[in-house]
C-alpha cells in the first residue's frame, strides 16, 4: 500500500522508520517531511496546513492511507476533508480533536465526567479573570484555551505576574486567538509521565509511558520548548498508578468523549501529573508526542500499520499491543539560542554512523537539503536516540551518539534522563 505523512518533525521521522519496517507498505510520501524522513519517504513541499494541495495529492498518488501527526491540521479539521474525498485517514476528527484544540473543552469535559484534574475556572472576559484572581492562591496556572506550540500555559508566582498573564494572553494576544479564552487552574506539584495510546472510537490501548523535559536549560531551568528530550519508560508509572489511571482516567476519557458524540479515533497522550492525592490530567493531546514519540515507537513490536487500520476500523480489541522490554532515551540536538532566535542552514556532519549501528537513531526534527549537504533549519534540530537494557544504559548510549553528530552552535541538555536516579 501507499502511505502518505504529514508532518515535518521528530514525530514524523519515527512514524516513517515504522511504517518503513511494515510488509504492507510499498511507497511512502511525505508532505512536507525533512531530509531525514526523505530517507525513507518521497518529500513533497506541501504545508501541513494547505489541505486542499493535501488532499489533491493524495488522490494523484492513490494514496491507500495519510498518517497525519502534527496537531495543528487535526484541529483544523484535516482527517475530515480527506475523508469527505474518499480517503482513508488516521487521526481524529475535527469535533474529536478538540479534545488538544480546547483547554477549556477538555476541562469541561474532565469536570463533567469526574476524570481527575486541577481545579479551574474559564474565562472569556478579561475583567472577570482579573477579578477571581484577587482572591486566588498562588502560585496560580493561566493557560491559553487554544493551540499555541507549548508555549500557551503561565505559572504565576503572585497576583501581579498574574496580572501581567492576563494581560499578556486575552489582550496583547501574544498567542493569537487561542487567547480568546483562558483556563485559571490550581497549581499542582509532582513527578509529569506521558502517556500515549491507540483508540479506535471504544477501546483504548495504551503504549509504554515516557517523560519529557521541556525546559530549555540543564536543571529545568530556563524557557519552555517543544521538548529537549525523552525517555521511556518511566520509573515512576508505577503499576499502582497505571491501575488508577486505568480506573479513572482512560477509558472514562474515551467513553466522554463518546458520549459527547465526539468519538475519538486516533492518539490520545495523556500528560499526567503524579500528585499526593494521585494522578490527574496536565493536559489532552491529540496525537503521538514529540519527542515522545522518538522513545515509544522504537520500542513498540507491533506492525504500525495494523494498529493503525485497526483504530480506523474500530478492531483495536483485536490487537495484542506491545513492547520490547528494555528502555530509550532521546537526547534533542537543539541551535543555540532556541526557543527564541537561533541560526538555520548550518551543515550537519556525522549523520552516517547511525547506519552503522543497531538501536541507536538519529530522528530529524529540523533539517533540509541544502543541494547534497544536510543542513540546520530549526531551532531543534535532531533527536538522538538509542535504547539500552535498562534507563541508565540507553541514556549512555544516547549521549555517547549526541558526540557522533556536529553542526555549529549545536546546543543540548546533560541531564536528560537524570531523575532516574531517584527511581
Ligand atoms: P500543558 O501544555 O498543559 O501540559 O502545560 C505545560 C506544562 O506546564 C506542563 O507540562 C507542566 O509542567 C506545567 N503545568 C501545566 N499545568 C499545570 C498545573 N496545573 N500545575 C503545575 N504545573 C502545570
Ligand atoms: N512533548 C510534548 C508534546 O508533544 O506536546
Known amino acids: 500500500m501507499k502511505v502518505l505523512i504529514v508532518g515535518s518533525g521528530g514525530r514524523e521521522h519515527a ?3 515504522c511504517v518503513a519496517k511494515s510488509d504492507k507498505v510499498d511507497k511512502i510520501y511525505c508532505t512536507p517531511g525533512n531530509a531525514g524522513i526523505a530517507e525513507y ?31 495543528d491540521p487535526l484541529v483544523g479539521g484535516l ?27 477538555s476541562k469541561d469535559l474532565m469536570k463533567k465526567y469526574n476524570i481527575p484534574t486541577a481545579a479551574y475556572e474559564n474565562f472569556t472576559d478579561p475583567d472577570k479573570a482579573l477579578a477571581y484572581l484577587e482572591t486566588a492562591k498562588f502560585p496560580i496556572v493561566l493557560k491559553a484555551d487554544g493551540l499555541a506550540l ?17 494581560q499578556t494572553i486575552m489582550l496583547d494576544k501574544k498567542f493569537g486567538s487561542a487567547g480568546n479564552e483562558m483556563v485559571i487552574e490550581e497549581f499542582m506539584t509532582g513527578r509529569e509521565v506521558s502517556v500515549l495510546s491507540f483508540v479506535d472510537g471504544n477501546t483504548i490501548k495504551t503504549m509504554t509511558s515516557a517523560q519529557d523535559h521541556k525546559r530549555a536549560g540543564d536543571g529545568d531551568t530556563g524557557l519552555n520548548t517543544g521538548g529537549m528530550g525523552t525517555f521511556s519508560p518511566s520509573p515512576f508509572y508505577t503499576k499502582e498508578v497505571e491501575e488508577f489511571c486505568k480506573n479513572h482516567i482512560f477509558q472514562a476519557t474515551v ?56 483504530c480506523i476500523d474500530g478492531t483495536l480489541d483485536q490487537v495484542d499491543l506491545q513492547f520490547e522490554d528494555n528502555a530509550a532515551v532521546c537526547v534533542v540536538l537543539a541551535s543555540e539560542g532556541y526557543p527564541v532566535k537561533y541560526d538555520k542552514g548550518l551543515p550537519i556532519r556525522g549523520l552516517d554512523e547511525f547506519k552503522k549501528q543497531e538501536g541507536y537513531y538519529c530522528f530529524h526534527a529540523g533539517t533540509k537539503f541544502d543541494g547534497d549537504q544536510i543542513v540546520t533549519n530549526g531551532g531543534r534540530v535532531l533527536g538522538i536516540t538509542a535504547k539500552g537494557k535498562d534507563l541508565k544504559e540507553a541514556r549512555a548510549h544516547a549521549y555517547a551518539a549526541t558526540e557522533w553528530v556536529q553542526f555549529d552552535n549545536k546546543f543540548m541538555r546533560h541531564d536528560i534522563g537524570k531523575a532516574i536516579d531517584e527511581a
Open 15 to 17: 512514524i516513517a522508520y
Open 41 to 71: 519517504a518521497e518529500c513533497a513541499p506541501i504545508g501541513a496546513m494547505e489541505f486542499e494541495k493535501i488532499v489533491a495529492f493524495a488522490k494523484e498518488k492513490e494514496i491507500d492511507l495519510v498518517i497525519v501527526g502534527m496537531d
Open 79 to 105: 482527517v475530515d476533508e480527506l475523508e469527505a474525498a474518499g480517503i482513508r485517514a488516521f487521526g481524529p476528527r475535527k469535533n474529536a480533536a478538540i479534545l488538544e484544540g480546547s483547554k477549556a473543552f
Open 150 to 166: 507549548g508555549k500557551g500555559v503561565l505559572i504565576c508566582n503572585n497576583l501581579e505576574e498574574a496580572k501581567e498573564g492576563v
Open 255 to 310: 467513553d466522554a468523549m463518546k458520549a459527547e458524540g465526539r468519538p475519538f479515533k486516533g492518539v490520545i497522550f495523556f500528560g499526567l501529573m503524579l500528585t499526593e492525592d494521585g494522578p490527574k490530567v496536565l493536559e489532552y493531546n491529540a496525537r503521538f508526542g514529540d519527542p515522545e514519540a522518538q522513545v515509544v515507537l522504537p520500542r513498540m513490536k507491533n506492525d504500525i500499520i495494523e494498529v493503525l487500520e485497526a
